[in-house]
Nanobody, 120 residues
């Protein structure tokens, strides 16, 4: 399974970006998809997750500004980021918890990371 993340870039404070994460390969189903980020000198943190058919979960610092969504038919997750702040600057990684085949074994996969820089 491969995860291809895209959509990062440089944006001014208050601006918006939309990240995409497409999963491909041997996939029976995807339990959850999510976005994490890691800023220089800091640990990787959860930004948002969305389970299959469930309710999205966000870290407090992005609530009301970021929206995670997914297209199950395309095995793709999105992160719409509005009102971006310099503190949002980080490498963003997508994650998927995948069942490659029917059964109970779930595997974690990660995308390659996409840089988001918020600066004037």
């Amino acid at each position: 399974v491969q995860l291809q993340a895209s959509g990062g870039g440089l944006v001014q404070p208050g601006g918006s970006l939309r990240l995409s994460c497409a999963a491909s390969g041997t996939i029976f189903s995807i339990n959850a998809m999510g976005w994490y980020r890691q800023a220089p000198g800091k640990q990787r943190e959860l930004v948002a997750t969305i389970p299959s058919g469930g309710i999205a979960n966000y870290v407090d610092s992005v609530k009301g500004r970021f929206t995670i969504s997914r297209d199950n038919a395309k095995n793709t997750a999105y992160l719409q980021m509005n009102s971006l702040e310099p503190e949002d600057t980080a490498v963003y990684y997508c994650n998927a918890r995948v069942l490659p085949r029917p059964g109970i074994y779930v595997y974690d996969y990660w995308g390659q990371g996409t840089q988001v820089t918020v600066s004037s």
